[in-house]
């Protein structure tokens, strides 16, 4: 099992892009479009996309995120570092969803493929 990320770059650069290669059929289960804005030092955009085939994680927006989530980076790594801190983070205006919310309750899943 792969160390657990600890930034942004590593989430989405290595972690998910491995996790969707190694299991693309439980990436295309949440059927969704993410687009992730993270504000700050070591932050950027990523777009990760599970309904293609196979499911990708690319830079940049692409301008087709059925859910944007926008955090600043210090707060993402907390997330990491706790999953449960996402619903504190949201709840202090830290962690912003647009799109459909709904979407938003599927992250774990996403995240979980990045550990796997």
């Not at 295309?28 to 990760?48: L, P, Q």
């Not at 969803?97 to 796997?116: I, N, R, T, Y």
Request: contains cysteine; charged residues 25%.
């Amino acid at each position: 099992m792969a160390a657990m990320p600890t930034n942004a770059t590593e989430t989405f650069d290595v972690a998910i892009p491995h996790g969707l290669k190694e299991h693309g059929d439980k990436a295309r289960e949440v059927n969704a479009i993410y687009g992730f804005k993270i504000s700050g030092d070591g932050g950027g955009d990523w777009t990760v996309d599970l309904t293609s085939d196979p499911p990708t994680c690319v830079r940049g927006d692409s301008g087709k995120a059925q859910c944007t989530i926008e955090i600043a980076h210090d707060d993402f790594k907390t997330m990491l570092s706790d999953p449960n801190a996402g619903m504190q983070l949201y709840f202090q205006g830290k962690l912003r969803v647009s799109g459909d919310p709904m979407l938003a309750m599927k992250l774990q899943q996403l995240f979980e493929l990045a550990k796997a």
